[in-house]
Nanobody, 122 residues
Framework: QLQLVESGGGTVQVGASLRLSCTSS????????MAWFRQAPGTELEFVAA????????NYAGIATDRFTISRDNARKTVWLQMNSQRTEDTAIYYC???????????????WGQGTQVTVGE
């Protein structure tokens, strides 16, 4: 059973930066994709970015392009989401997920963290 633990959330002002971390209890070839999703109040869960442990290939949603960067450290079994130029619409609970394939759909991911709250205020 894979366990994912997120950290790094908090309250920031518009324009600030924040880096989220997700540490996995293990890294297996079958769970090669790591992703970040987010859910704002009253909305559905949406894909933000994903990365593969093997090779480091990345995939971004349109909301994340140019402002967010996903990265990983295989030895530390940790994935980060660097968020720059934060906007109020970035306010959400951010979840880390692990799956076999680097896809955009939440159903493609088998393991999820508990989430970390990000609040962006004026």
């Amino acid at each position: 059973q894979l366990q994912l633990v997120e950290s790094g959330g908090g309250t920031v002002q518009v324009g600030a930066s924040l880096r989220l971390s997700c540490t996995s209890s293990a890294r297996t070839d079958s769970m090669d994709a790591m992703a970040w999703f987010r859910q704002a109040p009253g909305t559905e869960l949406e894909f933000v970015a994903a990365i593969r442990w093997i090779g480091g290939r990345t995939n971004y949603a349109g909301i994340a392009t140019d402002r967010f960067t996903i990265s990983r450290d295989n030895a530390r079994k940790t994935v980060w989401l660097q968020m720059n130029s934060q906007r109020t619409e970035d306010t959400a609970i951010y979840y880390c997920a692990a799956g076999t394939y680097m896809r955009n759909a939440q159903g493609e991911y088998d393991y999820w963290g508990q989430g970390t709250q990000v609040t962006v205020g004026e």
